[in-house]
């Protein structure tokens, strides 16, 4: 799994080896903190690889979160005002009492241990779509809310940050066929929500900010994911090119 950051030509930051091409994930969801190191979850069979791993982009020196190991399905990042990080887990989390899949929200503390958050059945998967039940995917925090998307489920739900930092009910705020194979996700200064939807199976396109109206584009780079900055702009930092596909753009005023 390679981290690359956007240039001509692109320049290779660095990459987690153990990552079996063909058979795993690899490299999904990046993010970035306020001193500019880039995390990237990393999803691997390989107890050695899976996990969210820190990159220095100047040196690539690299690290991997304490206990993010644990994590079944690493996949999309985001961190609150405190430097708390929350991490997706799309599968594997497990099933509920009547048979319905789980998935899951793990939250790393600053300079602590990852930890599940929030396990439910609202966050899992249905097993249609994919050879495995793919649930909860982007999430975005804004505000001491989590807002997520659910892939097979087709919606949007948010889930709020309690003061003692455990998490709320979940609640479905949007949903429909539009939204199915959801993937990125942001939320705008304004709390508009910014949702990315794939339209070709298996093809995982580029993450997009909030601000972008409703529009189609025919994407031919589409790195897994782009963290953007809040006036739009992306921040020149990705995985690689991974084919390309059709996306659509959607933008939810809350």
Do not use: C
């Amino acid at each position: 799994a390679v981290l690359m950051k956007v240039g001509d030509p692109p320049i290779t930051v660095g990459q987690v080896e153990g990552v079996v091409l063909g058979e795993d994930n690899g490299m999904l969801g990046l993010t970035t903190d306020s001193e500019g190191n880039v995390y990237a979850a990393v999803v691997a069979a390989s107890d050695e690889a899976r996990g969210v791993w820190k990159f220095d982009p100047s040196t690539g020196e690299k690290s991997r979160l304490p206990g993010t190991e644990a994590i079944p399905f690493p996949n999309t990042l985001t961190f609150d005002e405190e430097g708390t990080l929350y991490v997706s887990s799309s599968t594997g989390e497990g099933a509920a009492e009547g048979g319905e899949q789980l998935g899951a929200i793990w939250r790393v503390p600053k300079d602590g241990t990852a930890e599940r958050w929030l396990a439910d059945v609202t966050l899992g998967g249905t097993g249609q779509l994919n050879s495995f039940p793919l649930g909860v995917n982007g999430i975005a925090y804004r505000n001491n809310v989590i807002y997520a998307v659910n892939s097979e489920k087709a919606m949007v739900f948010s889930i709020p940050v309690l003061a003692d930092g455990t998490p709320g009910d979940p609640k479905i705020i949007a949903g429909g066929s539009e939204f199915l194979l959801s993937d990125g996700l942001a939320v705008d200064d304004d709390g508009n929500i910014g949702d990315r939807l794939e339209t070709t199976l298996g093809s995982v396109l580029s993450s997009i900010h909030a601000r972008l109206e409703s529009s189609r584009d025919l994407l031919h780079w589409s790195p897994r994911a782009i963290p953007m900055k809040s006036d739009g702009q992306t921040t020149a930092i990705f995985e690689a090119p991974n084919g390309g596909g059709q996306a659509q753009f959607f933008r939810i005023a809350q």
